[in-house]
């Protein structure tokens, strides 16, 4: 079984430009999740999807940070413009049902983001 | 707002000892917990779970316990091993919100 693909593993960029995240779920996984690491922290909730649909997005910085998934598949994560504090690993992890919290995430390698 | 504290960022010991890493929660909602480890370079992976109606979970070496009285679950590897050094954190969920501790590193010494 393919795990969860996430690209691009490493990517360096200057305060207030943009980027983007693409991942890839585990095939049949219907709900999506996107986490932002900081060094020293444990992984934080960005947003989830479930198919294409929005659930969660409340800690999703909506003002430079947005997220989408299309016909329920990949979904990729942009950030516009970068700050400082973006520095981070990006995690994308993907659940067969999700809807109900027990249930064990399966993660990707994450893209690993350094704002200059 | 770290509603999963793992206070011990780091944790060593040697090879075939036992490894107890500790969690502890402060929202009572959350009935479903989860440790996973996390090598360098790769994202987390899913190592053993309990459910809040059970108080012990064994897989082989891991073993989680869980006190819901005192909102504290740990971690039980034995015997540990080198290969069982990496980051290993604790989350907890409960209608679709999972938290996850900052992580303790293990170090497993030959």
């Known amino acids: 079984e393919a795990g969860v693909a996430q690209s691009p593993r490493y990517k360096i960029i200057e305060k207030r430009q943009s980027v983007a995240f693409w991942c890839n779920p585990i095939?049949?996984?219907?709900?999506l999740y996107w986490y932002q690491q900081i060094l020293g922290q444990g992984p934080k909730l960005l947003i989830q999807?479930?198919?294409?649909?929005?659930?969660?997005d409340s800690q999703l910085p909506k003002d430079r940070f947005s997220a989408e998934r299309l016909k329920g598949v990949d979904s990729t994560l942009k950030i516009q413009p970068a700050k400082l504090e973006d520095s981070a690993v990006y995690l994308c992890?993907?659940?067969?049902?999700?809807?109900?919290?027990?249930?064990?995430?399966?993660f990707g390698s994450g893209t690993q983001l350094s704002v200059l | 707002d770290q509603q999963v504290k793992q206070n011990s960022p780091s944790l060593s010991v040697q090879e075939g000892r036992i490894s107890i890493l500790n969690c502890d929660y402060t929202?009572?909602?959350?009935?479903?917990f989860l440790w996973y480890k996390k090598y360098p370079a790769e994202g987390p992976t899913f190592l053993i779970s309990?459910?809040?109606?059970?108080d012990k979970n064994e897989d082989g070496r891991f073993t989680v316990f869980l006190n819901k009285s005192a909102k504290h679950l740990s971690l039980h590897i034995v015997p540990s091993q080198p290969g069982d050094s990496a980051v290993y954190f604790c989350?907890?969920?409960?209608?679709?919100?999972?938290?996850f501790g900052a992580g303790t590193r293990l170090t497993v010494k030959p």
């Open positions: 992890a993907s659940t067969e049902r999700g809807g109900t919290g027990n249930e064990k995430l399966f």
């Open positions: 929202n009572s909602m959350f009935d479903y």
């Open positions: 999807f479930q198919n294409n649909g929005v659930v969660d």
């Open positions: 095939s049949g996984h219907a709900t």
């Open positions: 989350a907890a969920s409960g209608s679709n919100d999972m938290r």
């Open positions: 309990i459910s809040s109606i059970k």
